[in-house]
């Protein structure tokens, strides 16, 4: 089984967004430019590294180009058995499963960057990266600070992330090495993510979470708040609104996908440190980054490695021969049309919804059993869009 894993704020780096301008996932930046109100072309092919180390462009530039390589890897017809993000990402892995809408997407992440900026700014803090020390000894370190300073982080076996205000984050750095801490990293960021200093930032979340009312999913996606599969669009509201101020345990995300029969990790996205962190987690772990067009041709042949070593489909995995799909004419945000829900008796031609301006017309006739695709999920080209039973 493969899980799509997609990385966080950080990961930004200047012009990568050059590779994708001919691709024809590069209309998703123009869809979230008109969404967000911000230029994000001009952020992926212009802005500097300081520009976007503003938590702001960081986190929709970065989670615009995740969702651009998601784009291109469905285009190819191939789907995950689970999703996770990390931080940031967990919103991208929710898009990428349809329990957020693309436009709903964008909307919260441009909120949720906005007020983490503001919580940074009421309460400053930083970050730093401590290396080569057990998760315990770490957070003995930060008790022994005796100020304020928590552990944000557990990325991998040996890599954890503390963050607080900058007076205790430099007194567990003290302790950290006293305890045998191989080096200690401070992170350039601007505020002290996913501690009680973003208490301000989950309240003014809550809102924007419910408004967009995660959906459930078929594809479940491992929560940082727990390390567990979620597919309960009531769950994630819950979940997102913890995650600002609650660890990322991405190490115990990744264990859990290994316990669940994940085998490939494929990360999506700029950067590739999530690809590293697997490595070091999970033992025999085949893994994967993609960031631009270039590296899907890699992505195919990896693939169909994964493919040549499993086992046999067993015989009848397949539509059977009264039954029919019926995929995008093209690639945008699937709208339903409200007048054929599940159960309808369908003629040839008729109209289930739209995707993009296009109409998604039925090539067949017959009973409509229901929508494979989610009412404002972004579609690709080809994609199955609902599937009928021949009359």
Known sequence: MLAFTFP??????????????????????????SISGKDVARLLLDADADELKDTRNAQLTTYVSS????????????????????SLGEYTALTATGALGFEDGIAL???????????????????????????????????????????ANFN??????????????????????????????????????HTPFMTAARDRLRLAIASAQPRDTEV???????????????????????????????????????????????????????????????????TISVATPDELDK????????????????????????????????AGVFTVDTAHPAGTSIAVGEVLGTVADQEVRSPFAGILQSYIAVEGERVTHRQPIAWLRSN
Do not use: Y
């Open 8 to 33: 966080g704020q950080g990961s930004q780096r200047p012009g990568m967004g050059r590779p994708w301008v001919d691709h024809d996932s590069w209309e998703l930046v123009e869809e979230a430019s």
């Open 67 to 86: 969702l651009m390589v998601l784009d291109a890897v469905e285009r190819l017809g191939i789907e995950p058995s689970f999703c996770a993000g990390h």
């Open 109 to 151: 992440v441009v909120e949720r960057a906005a007020a983490m900026h503001d919580a940074g700014n009421e309460s400053p803090g930083t970050m730093s990266a401590v290396l080569g020390l057990d998760d315990e000894d770490v957070e003995i370190a930060c008790r022994r600070a005796d100020s304020d300073v928590w552990v």
């Open 156 to 193: 991998a076996p040996g890599q954890v992330v503390i963050a607080g205000s900058p007076s205790g984050v430099a007194a567990a750095s003290i302790h950290a090495k006293e305890l045998g801490a191989k080096k200690v990293m401070p992170l350039q960021v601007s505020g002290a993510f």
């Open 220 to 286: 479940a996606v491992i929560s940082n708040v727990d390390a567990l599969a979620h597919s309960s669009g009531e769950e994630w509201a819950s979940l997102l609104s913890a995650q600002l101020s609650s660890p990322v345990r991405w190490k115990h995300s990744l264990l859990t996908m290994a316990e669940l029969g994940v085998t490939g990790f494929v990360e999506l996205g700029p950067g590739g440190v999530l690809t590293g962190m697997a490595k070091r987690t999970v033992d025999d772990a085949r």
């Open 299 to 330: 992505l195919i042949d990896w693939v169909n490695k994964s493919l040549s070593t499993a086992p046999a489909p067993l015989e009848g995995e397949h539509l059977f021969a009264v039954e029919r799909l019926i995929v995008s004419p093209c």
